[in-house]
């Protein structure tokens, strides 16, 4: 990687040793639409498309991504789709197979308003028999409830959001009341001999509110819950009655060789079609009225695993063990009947598959969501937005893929995740979104810059290497060391947690190592022995420091994130229950770690509206916006700071939290700096200029940045040239911001030897150096240089390289877990191949289509 004006080149540790693996991907959920009102006697039609809504992602691990839009909050249209915002660290050790979305307070929102994170419930459950309510806020466990049915194999909430169903080890229902916030036992259908695999509600009916007959007003009526539907495992589906709890009817499936067949999947549509998946791979259409199979189809050569609809209802997904999505789509047949004009009726076809994924599909997701309702308030929505459909199984990685129907006529659909100009299920480009570089999109690698060490966080556990010294000089682009003297083992760690872990850091002097859960925070002091290993010894006393210095004396002294000044003398620590922000001394002449101060204006309301700083600037660009701390609990808001960013020179301490609220402290005077204002998304990334330290950057999931200077509390007005003219190359990446690194050789203006001044952001699947020098974009950055180039007459190819010099673009390192400098001119890149973590699975299913014997 070529320096622009002087030819110098970084030296590139291309690591792929590290042994981070992504946990496969069991479950997925969008959150409900609210049901329209029971007045609504037409057709239910959207004036306008919903605005894309929460991803929540499950994973075998026990832990649960909140994924956001990562467009514009009523946009369309994101080529980066949705970004992980936070982890729900899960139970060590734990797992997710069933995720639920409900809404909190139903009656208080329109029917096609798109429901906030803040108004909605989130529910799982793991192979055992507890379920699961989350604490989006605090990201931890809010409740538990036994099932008193043994294992919980099946969720689902019912489309009013009041209650949920759980189907059971032991053959029967329970039903909870989700009534007033509250999760209760309401009451147990009748038990069969059978574990209920899969479960789900048929479409509500309208019923008078009132049993005086005398009232016949419409606003009298109300949704009421008719039936549900559930797959067992003896080949079998059967209808439950929602009002006497009792199993009506039972409709048997296909056996082979008098095995059982599991029916792992169904759902139910608006008109009273019942669909179900099973082992066999078959995907069957049943009438809810007479119990009888419509339609059969052999779409899968394995299990059928999970189902979606199409928000309309009028189109089905299904994906299984074979890799395969399959299409199913409801078209209009003319049957003659003898008379002269016959008749038009319906009937389910296969219309299109495609192959996703390389292994196992587990879970299927789509957005808008489909509510099976009555004809008479069917709910439809605007056809020239294609819907997307999301998907996600053992090779770790959601796949969204946009799916108009197959049927549309519309010249122009928009596809929202710029894939393609084509949007439809069958001709479309899917995008595979990158797994998470580590617990809530941080990265779970450390650098430590002196010791020249690389950390690498699991769900219970630390691995630490050493990076050798390079003998032969500098490496060109791409290329790395290789032997086993270009890097070794130092220690290997398994800590007892009680939650996955979420947040590590090491020291750029190598002897100190903080880690944490969700609930207790470690901290090490590392030794090395004669062998070159590393001795961990822990500060057995940190956690009663810690929770000495926190409000209310809370249960957790866990954080969320950590960063080391660069003396290593001093922490910054996110706490992850109280959201504090407290500086600790850990090199004082005691040898014991000493808090400084604790902050708490990520905890409070002030100047802020809906938890955000909405003070406008001034016309200097002045933001100096002081936050009085404010120690009564009632005005307190519950926040994750996620990212800490310290300055080169150890004076400036950057946080920001999950309420995209960015707050700077002064660490040589102890003091709260200023705040920033709130920006559309919270940032992904912090990070100081090593050249200048009060410039801080800031970068977020829209692949937008913004560059502050601290100290003079403005952005400078370089940096809002430099952030309008971006390249469209960066902008509209595939693949998110996750990083940004600065060469610490690096300088501020062209006036000696040294290399230009640049920033180094990264993605999973890119690394982009932008120039920085702010001289260079008073006159209107990228696109002004190109202009002034062309308007002088140079060649093309002097142009294009002027380009090059301000910006540039590599995509051969990939997927990209870290990336950060270890000394000037001395680029670590830490990767997790795909293929190595897909050889850590079992085998995929193949089956010999021609030659077979």
């Not at 479960?199 to 007003?217: E, N």
Request: hydrophobic residues 35%.
């Amino acid at each position: 990687m070529a320096d622009s004006h002087i030819q110098t080149a970084i030296s590139v540790h291309r690591c792929r040793f590290v042994d981070y693996t992504p946990s496969p991907i069991t479950a997925l959920a969008f959150p409900p639409l609210p049901l329209p009102s029971p007045k609504a006697k037409a057709s239910t039609a959207a004036a306008q498309f919903p605005r894309f809504a929460t991803l929540a992602v499950g994973h075998a691990n026990g832990s649960i991504d909140l994924c956001h839009w990562a467009g514009e909050k009523d946009g369309f249209h994101s080529p980066q789709a949705w970004a992980v915002t936070k982890t729900l660290p899960g139970l060590y050790p734990s797992k997710v197979d069933s995720l639920a979305f409900s809404i909190r307070c139903p009656h208080q929102l329109r029917f096609d308003e798109v429901p906030n994170l803040d108004v909605l419930r989130l529910f799982s459950s793991g192979g055992g028999s507890e379920l699961l309510e989350w604490d989006t806020d605090r990201c931890c466990v809010r409740r538990t409830i036994s099932s008193q049915g043994g294992s919980i194999w099946s969720v689902s909430v019912n489309p009013a959001s009041t209650q949920l169903a759980m189907g059971c080890e032991d053959g029967s229902i329970r039903i909870l009341s989700l009534l007033d916030d509250d999760l209760v036992h309401l009451r147990k259908f009748d038990r069969v001999k059978s574990r209920l695999l899969s479960i789900a509600w048929g479409p509500p009916t309208l019923k008078r509110a009132s049993t005086d007959p005398r009232q016949t007003d419409d606003e009298e009526y109300e949704w009421a819950d008719s039936w549900l539907v559930t797959g067992g495992s003896d080949s079998s589906l059967r209808k439950w009655d929602a009002v006497t709890g009792r199993s009506s009817e039972r409709m048997g499936t296909d056996k082979v060789r008098g095995e059982r067949t599991l029916v792992w999947a169904v759902c139910a549509l608006g008109d009273g079609t019942i669909v179900s998946g099973d082992s066999l791979g078959m995907v069957k259409f049943w009438d809810s009225r007479t119990c009888t199979q419509l339609q059969t189809f052999q779409g899968h050569d394995a299990d059928a695993l999970c189902l979606a609809v199409s928000p309309e209802g009028s189109v089905v997904y299904s994906s299984g063990v074979d890799q395969k999505t399959t299409q199913y789509s409801l078209v209009k047949t003319h049957v003659t009947d003898g008379s002269s004009a016959g008749r038009t009726t319906t009937r389910w076809i296969q219309s299109s598959f495609r192959r996703l994924h390389s292994h196992d599909v587990r879970a299927l997701a789509m957005w808008p969501p489909y509510t099976p309702l009555p004809i008479t308030h069917k709910r439809s929505f605007p056809i020239d937005i294609a819907p997307v459909l999301a998907s996600g199984g053992l090779d770790m990685s959601v796949v969204v893929t946009p799916a108009a129907l197959p049927s549309s006529t519309i010249n122009k659909i928009i596809n929202p995740l710029a894939t393609s100009t084509e949007a439809t299920f069958s001709e479309s480009y899917h995008r595979r979104l990158a797994y998470a570089a580590g617990p809530s999109n941080a990265s779970a690698i450390s650098i430590s810059r002196g010791a020249r060490l690389v950390s690498c966080l699991r769900e219970a556990g630390v691995s630490i290497w050493r990076i050798n010294q390079r003998s032969e000089g500098n490496l060109d682009d791409g290329e790395t060391a290789s032997g086993d003297d270009a890097w070794e083992k130092v220690l290997e760690m398994d800590l007892n947690v009680h939650t996955n872990l979420v947040a590590s850091a090491i020291s750029d002097d190598g002897l100190w190592f903080v880690v944490s859960d969700l609930y207790e925070t470690k901290l090490f002091s590392l030794a090395t022995d004669p062998k070159g290993d590393l001795t961990p010894k822990r500060v057995r006393n940190f956690g009663s420091i810690l929770q000495a210095q926190l409000p209310f004396t809370p249960d957790s002294t866990g954080g969320l994130a950590f960063a080391f000044t660069p003396d290593s003398s001093k922490l910054v620590m996110a706490t992850s229950m109280s959201s504090c922000v407290l500086l600790i001394d850990i090199g004082n002449d005691s040898g014991e770690p000493r808090v400084l101060r604790r902050f708490d204006h990520h905890r409070q309301r002030n100047g802020m509206g809906g938890d955000r700083v909405t003070k406008k600037l001034r016309p200097d660009g002045d933001v100096d916006m002081e936050a009085t701390p404010d120690n009564n609990s009632s005005s307190c808001v519950a926040v994750n700071i996620l990212r800490i960013s310290v300055s080169a020179d150890g004076q400036w301490a950057a946080t920001s939290d999950d309420n995209a609220r960015t707050h700077v402290f002064n660490l040589d005077s102890i003091q709260h700096h200023c705040v920033l204002p709130s920006f559309a998304h919270p940032a992904q990334t912090l990070a100081f200029d090593p050249s200048k330290s009060s410039l801080l950057t800031l970068a977020f999931p829209d692949n937008s940045i913004q560059i502050y200077d601290v100290e003079s509390r403005q952005f400078p007005s370089w940096s809002k040239a430099l952030v309008a003219s971006l390249p469209q190359r960066f902008t509209q990446a595939h693949d998110p911001i996750v990083g940004v690194a600065f060469d610490p050789g690096a300088r501020q203006s062209t006036s000696d030897s040294s290399p230009t001044k640049y920033a180094l952001f990264w993605g999973s699947t890119w690394m982009c150096k932008i120039n920085m020098d702010g001289s260079n974009f008073s006159n209107g950055g990228f696109n002004k240089k190109r202009r002034r180039a062309h308007n002088m007459k140079r060649p093309a190819i002097a142009a294009q390289d002027q380009h090059a010099t301000d910006f540039k673009m590599i995509t051969h390192f990939r997927p990209i877990l870290h990336a950060d400098f270890i000394s000037p001119g001395e680029l670590v890149v830490v990767e997790r191949p795909l293929v190595d973590v897909l050889a850590t699975l079992p085998p995929a299913y193949f089956r010999h289509k021609y030659g077979a014997s």
